[in-house]
């Protein structure tokens, strides 16, 4: 029987505080078999780790490229100590959220831009330390992004995925060729999206891996425009559960079935996050 893994979602979002655990019934119950949990600060490494366990899931520590202005120095020893103290933790599977952000203004500006990558080559370094997968925060900044992993490249290359890639072919191609498989989602399912649905469709399938960003990046039939929203209709709240039918659009853009996406895409995964393999019956 086929089953999917979320590889990226965040089921410590206040979005879900009232519900988490319908909506991770919800998954499962739509063959959600595993979701990856990546923390953003230091502040919710307790939380992403809790419920990892408490659904037996898998989770990332990290600090993301949005929470650098926020987090200190210490919070990188912070991070080091508790992947120290978390290294026997089967569902520890990778350093994550990390990354660059090159789409948020207040980031591309002095000094925040050297800030986040700063913290972002120092993260790198602490998987290069513990052995770790990473999962990347891509938006607009592949390059910059590449030449760090390029730089620090471990013995026996990267692990990890590109969390909701949307860079060029030649850059996917990069990020393949260094170990990385390439996360896909919502967007896929947007007609407008030209270049993300020609990447999700042409890229070798062993490359790539489903995620939700959950309760984020929401697929179209969840999706408001402004003006909706401003017209008071609620948007819809992404979530695990949503996976399988987000990978419908993929697959028939590729011209196979569910199914065999499914497998190929679990595949994938456990091959990006070897722990995974000790988690799931596959």
């Known amino acids: 029987m086929s089953f999917w893994i979320d590889t990226h979602c965040h089921l410590d979002a206040r979005e879900f505080s009232g519900d988490v655990a319908e909506v991770r019934a919800r998954a499962s119950a739509n063959q959600v078999m595993h979701c990856v949990l990546p923390a953003v600060a230091v502040a919710n490494f307790d939380a992403v780790r809790l419920l990892a366990h408490q659904f037996s899931d898998s989770?990332?520590?990290g600090i993301h490229p949005l929470c650098v202005a926020e987090a200190q120095d210490a919070d990188l020893?912070?991070?080091?100590?508790?992947?120290?103290?978390?290294?026997?933790?089967?569902?520890?599977?990778?350093?994550g959220e990390i990354g660059l952000d090159y789409f948020v203004p207040a980031l591309l500006q002095s000094p925040l831009r050297e800030r986040q990558e700063y913290f972002y080559r120092e993260q790198l370094k602490l998987a290069r330390k513990h052995g770790l997968p990473v999962i990347l925060h891509v938006?607009?900044?592949a390059d910059k992004l590449l030449k760090h992993l390029r730089e620090l490249l471990p013995e026996g290359g990267w692990r990890g995925t590109g969390h909701a890639f949307n860079g060029s072919e030649q850059q996917a191609m990069e990020f393949i060729k260094l170990g990385f498989k390439l996360g896909f989602g919502g967007s896929v399912t947007f007609d407008s999206a030209l270049q993300i649905r020609r990447l999700a469709?042409?890229?070798?399938?062993?490359?790539?891996?489903?995620?939700?960003?959950?309760p984020d990046i929401a697929p179209h039939w969840l999706y408001q425009t402004a003006r909706q929203r401003a017209d008071g209709q609620a948007q819809g709240r992404n979530e695990p559960g949503e996976l399988p039918r987000i990978a419908g659009v993929l697959a028939q853009l590729r011209g196979i079935s569910p199914e065999a996406l499914a497998a190929a895409t679990s595949?994938?995964?456990?091959?990006?996050?070897?722990?995974?393999?000790?988690?799931l019956p596959c």
């Open 59 to 61: 989770y990332a520590l």
């Open 77 to 95: 020893q912070a991070l080091d100590a508790e992947l120290a103290l978390r290294k026997s933790d089967p569902r520890l599977v990778a350093v």
């Open 139 to 141: 938006r607009r900044s």
């Open 201 to 214: 469709s042409g890229l070798p399938l062993d490359k790539l891996v489903m995620e939700t960003d959950s």
């Open 267 to 279: 595949a994938n995964a456990l091959q990006a996050f070897p722990k995974l393999k000790a988690l």
